[in-house]
């Protein structure tokens, strides 16, 4: 019954499965490592496919898993859920974990944020306004980001009609970018070189 | 891609076997065509000094020059363009080339030290060859860091809207925002003035698709005081025509246009 | 597996003392699930301060938890990279994960992109009239594109004629070629040896 291309297909896959004869621990550490690179649960058929081991086999693995990471006090879990499997921290540890969570680094950044922010570092001292106008966008919650991350300060009000608030860059913007001051930013002539580069070859 | 290696050029001392001619494309803007995938002048020389199983020390200029300037020509033969540095290296070859050729004069050899018109390229070949070893360095490193994984994502990430900025993504950000602004100034100068029937007509449009219009939002997706006034206008007809409510929630807050 | 069962006892024992000082294994756990969660390496000064606990302990901790590791046949490490900590899969188990995820690997850069990044890793800062002259070759794509893979950054304007755009390395850099730190790299000069060793053979 079969065919010529399936005799091919055929003859790789068992040469595959003699090769990847795998030993209980083996298994275990490979599961351990697909479950941890997944942005989902992984179902042991999936990972019974993926290294070529019997469903049972696989099954049996992730119970060793699971209890090697519950015996060993770790601060992650092995669990079942939604018909998968997967890493998580230990419900015990949530508090640390949020703790950690909450300071994250301040240079991440929206894309309106940063948006906002190139605006008011290149064109400070600068007013709503005008970012409103160049970015063409409300920027009010962008700016609040900033102020609430110390990027930006206010620099005083703009003596025209409204007295509306100027804002520039801080000195913690010049920390997190690495500048030890505002001549450090770069400038559109500095890129002109890699800019005209493109140029020329195109 | 590979380039097909024409009759004529066979006669040229370059084994073809081992060294594909190719396309290396570092990016669609740098489309730089090389040959064998040499990285400059000096990689070429390096490699034909090590091809010639030559001295670096003790260069045989003439030959090597020689080499230098059949690639050059086999380069132009199949139409692939020579970036500039490599014909800069081929001046200096020539250069340094006929520099030996000259007959020393005798107060020069007096000299107790004779400078050696190869002496400044040996040391460029080798300074160069030690940061060449150190990019083949690199390569491995980054070969066996792409053999290892960092977790999938999990509930507790950030949205992926966020990102680690640098320095370069804030200048090229705020190119990317004067293009826009540039373009957008284009565009309501091309663009006529909408009506106020217009207006009428896209509110009453958004409040038949999602039953209540947030007026600072739709305000705030208008482009021009004159817009903003015939919108205002506009909620104002409509509440006077149309079975509508204008709602606010407290003072100052959201004023909501909603069908009743 | 039931190797860890005196450990086991001993965490629970320790977790009578409630809000005292945290036992060797708590923090080990607690560590472990920051790591876990963060996007990045994270330092032990951040581990230190989130679990108000000493570098020393905390360093402590993590060896330890890096030997459980490497001890346990895991399909994971625990490992130092860009000044933090981090955990990955074991480099043995690349085929597999890859298989799973179905990605090959990613684009390599080119022989331009790596020679001028030597250039810069070793030189830096750096600006681009240094780099031609070391390489003799123009490199103004190969930086774009390495700005653009943010393993480089500008680092200032080098206080001379013209005032030239300085360029380093980034921490994205140490994180894609796995390495601790700067001092990380071999030295230059052993590469000088190796190459007039070659050089000198033929």
Redesign the interface.
Known sequence: MTENVQENNEAELTEGQSNTAKSP??I???????I?????P?TTK?LSE??GESREMVEAALE?LK??YA??????QLREIAGGWQ????AE?HE??R???K???S?????AA??T???I??KQPVTIPEIL??????SASAIRTLLEKRLIVTKGHRETVGRPMQYGTSKEFLIQ????DL??????E??Q??V????E?? | MVIAVNEAAEQYLFDFEKEQPEIVAESRDELKLKLGGFAGPLDLLLFLIKQEKANIFDIPIAKITDEYLKYIRLMKSLDIAVAADFLVMAATLIEIKSKMLLPREPAQEAEEEFEDPREELIQQLVEYEKFRAAAEMLYEKSTIEQAIFTRGRIETDDNNSEINATVFDLLNVFQKVLLRFKEQVKLEIEREEISLAEMIDRVKSRLRSSGEVLLTDFFSELRSRRELVTAFIAVLEIVRTEKVSLKQNRTFGEIILRSV
């Open positions: 621990a083996e275990m550490a490979a599961a351990e490592a697909i941890f690179v997944s942005d989902e992984v999936i993926v290294l060793m209890n090697e015996s060993r006090e770790s601060g992650l890493i998580a921290t230990r540890l640390t974990v703790k950690f969570l300071r994250s680094p240079a991440k950044l929206s894309i940063l948006e922010l190139a605006v570092a290149y106008e160049i970015r063409g966008v409300q970018f690495g500048l030890r001549s450090d930013l770069p400038s559109i500095d890129f070189d890699l005209s580069a493109n140029l070859n195109q």
